[in-house]
C-alpha cells in the first residue's frame, strides 16, 4: 500500500477523536504514576526478583497502564484505516476503555499492597478488557486477506495475549492459594510472552505502518517483515517451553531465534529510514532508535541471566531493560508523533485549513522529556548493576520529571487544538 492511498482511505476510517485520545491520556497519567511509585519505592526495585509489591504495581503501570493502554489507542484507530475495515463497535471499544483504567488501577493498587481482594477484581476487569480488545482486534483481523505483514505480527500478538492474561490470572491465584509447583519459571514465561509475545509483536508489526507514514518513505519490505514475525513466534513457543520446564538449551536456542527476528526487523526498517524522504526526523527518532538498540540486547542478557551469569544483577536488569529501556522508549517516541498527527487529522472542517502538526507540538516539553528519560535509563540500570538505592531513586526520579513533561506537551496540544476549534465556531461560514 502507498502512503498516498493510506492517507486518502485514513480520513474516512477515523474514529471521533475522543477514542483514541482517551486512551493516550490515560497512558500519559500511569507513565507519572509508574515513575512516582518507582521513586518512593526504588530499594525494593534493586535485587527484583519479582513477588508482589510496588515495584511489581509500578512495572504493570507502565505494562498495562502505559504499553498496552497506548497500543489499545493506536489499534483501534489504526487498524481499521490500514486493513480498510472499520472497527465493528465502537460501543466496545469504549468498554474496552471503562474496564480496563479501573481494572489497571485497583490491580497495581492490589500488588502494591498485596491485598487479594484488589488484586482480583483488577485482575478480572484487566483480563476482561484484554479479551474483548482481542476479540475486536481478531474480528477485524478476519476480514483482511491483503496486509499479511502487520496481519501475521498481529494474530502472533493475539496468540500471545491469550496466554499472558491466563497465565497472569494463574500468577495472581498462585500468591493466595500456592499450588504451582515453580511459580517463579511461570512468572518469567508470562513476562516474556507478555513482552516479547503481545507488546513486542504489536510494536514491531504497527512500525510497518508507522514508520513509514512519519519518515515518508516508500512501502517497508514486508518479506523481511513476515519472516521477522514467524521466526519471531518460533523463538516465542521454544521460549516458552523451555522456561516452563527449566530446560536452559531450549531457551538459548529461542534466544538464537529473537535475535535472528530482531536483525531482519531492523534490517527493514534501516531501509525504511535509509528510503526516506523527510530528513530530520526530530527527538521522537532518537527514542526510537534507541529502543531498537535495545531490543536485541534485552535478549542478550536474558540468556546471560539463564546462563548464570551474575544473574542476581543480569536477572533485574533484564526485566528493565526489556520494558522500560526498549518498549517503553519505543511507545513514548511513537506516541509523541501520533497524538498530533491524528490530532491535525481530525481538524479539517468546513472553511478552515487543519491545523500542522508542527503547530501542535511543543517541542520543548518534549525535548526535556528526552533528556529525562535517557538519564532515568541510565540511572536506574547503573544502580541495578551496582545495587546503589540511591541511583535507583535519582533516575527514577529524572523519570518523573521526563513524565510529568510529557504530560505537559499532552495539555499543550488539547488546548492548541481547542483554540484552533474555537477559531473555526467563530469563523462564520461564507
Ligand atoms: C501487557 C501486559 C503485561 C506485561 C508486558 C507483563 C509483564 C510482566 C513482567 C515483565 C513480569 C515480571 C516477570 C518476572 O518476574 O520474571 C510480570 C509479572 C507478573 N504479572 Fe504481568 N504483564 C502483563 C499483564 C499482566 C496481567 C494482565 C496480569 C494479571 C491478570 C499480570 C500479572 C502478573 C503477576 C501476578 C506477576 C508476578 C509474578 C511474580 O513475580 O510473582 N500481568 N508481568
Redesign the pocket.
Known sequence: MLFGDFMMGARSRLLPPSLPFRFFGAAVFFHIAAWALLTVFADDAVGF????GHV?AA??MI??GV??MTAMGAAFQLLPVATKRPVRSVRACKAVFWLFVPGVAV?AHG?GHQTPLAQAIG?TL??AA?VLFGLLVADNLRRVSDMRVVTDHTWIALGSLAL??SL??V??AD?RFGFLPD??AV??A??VI??YG??GMLAMGFSFILLPMFALSPPPDSTLGKRSAWLGGAALVLALAGLVHGIAPLVFVAGALGLGSAALHLRAMGKVLSGRMRKRLGDSFVLVRLAWVMMPLSIVIGLLAVAGVASDRTGPLF?FV??FCWLLSFLMGVLQRIMPFLASMHSVRKGIKPVLVSALTADRPLRLHLICHCTALALVAAGILSGETLLVRIGAAAGLIGALSFASFAVLLWRRMRQHLNQVTQTPEK
Open positions: 526478583v519479582g513477588g508482589s511489581l512495572l504493570h505494562t498495562l504499553l498496552a490491580l500488588m485482575g484487566v483480563v484484554l499472558l492474561g497472569g490470572a500468577l495472581l500468591f511459580h517463579r512468572a518469567t508470562h513476562g507478555a513482552a503481545f507488546m526485566g526489556l520494558v
